[in-house]
């Protein structure tokens, strides 16, 4: 084939199925990590008042990590590596503020936390950020600036719409039943109260970001995959170089979304979207192991990176009964059988399948 043809087949290829790797790249992408959700005391208000039907996993279940919650699945990935001694890495995906209310009725205004300051002042926390920034086998990178939609929850508290005053009375922050609000107010990228524009938002997270953890974060994923087509004009910060997807995104219309397919893809702005084309949440699936194994060969099948979608509620203590344990021990087995699968799988963390992903 002429190089001209191969060149035009090349691109024709490209725009079809988008950028192609011939490698076997496993990464982990688990988000949530830093933020606290509802208290203990919160749900069981929740539950007496019977609400608690009304709430989702995440609502019920998901809190903040233990120190002893990233150590369990730290020790857990660095049982294995691959041909170049790296362990599979999981990218914490990170909320960087925690939102609380102050004021009642139509004086209602919301505040924040930074993760920072609610690790300081849990004694099991204490040393949380070291272990994270010193772990081959973590890689922190930004998820979100406080997870919520501040702007759509101001109205509806302010207004009395939807019943998140209600949620809020026991205790309950960003939620209300999810007939009016499907993600419960968790889409933060639908509406900028703060910062005002997209490009404000992004350079916000990126430089609190930074301050956190001392580093650019390479990546982003939009709160409950919902995020405006306007991403894909913007300027990015600097150092930004990926919008980790579904095989969809949302779009905000009105007071609802428009599901978008996403594919593997670079915009005209630089920034390299990439779906996370592999499902593991042994939490709430069945056969967790064997889904994801058969996602993973799919993306090979295609020449993509394997990306695993996994929340942080699968490895934390939060959830009942031995449960995390034995998400652990389904990991375990799931890495073991990726190894055997794939004996020259790659675990590599974002910075490399970038620039893996542009050699190509
Ligand atoms: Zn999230």
Redesign the pocket.
Known sequence: MSRILLHTARTWGRDLFGDQTNKHIVIFDS??WG?VRNSKEAIESLSKDGLLSHADWFEKLDGLESADDLQLLSSLLHCFSDEYNNPPVFSL?F?LNNPYVIGTDSNYRIAFVKTRDVYSQRSECADILKKIQNDKAFQPQF??WS?LDVKTYLLDLQTGNSDSRLFLKHGAIGCSSKELRPFGY?DEMRSFPYPKSMEAYLNAGDKEFFKYFGFHSISF?P??LVVSPEIQKITPPPFLKIIKTGFYTYWPENEMYKKHFSPLRKSKNGLLFIPRNCDFEPYWMNDPINYCLSDISMAFLQKKPAVIST?RLNYTSRIPGNKRNENLDKLFLLLKKIKEKFPDVIFANWNQIESMLLLD
């Open positions: 988000d949530d933020l995906n909320v998820h979100s997870h968790m994923v709160s409950c929340h």
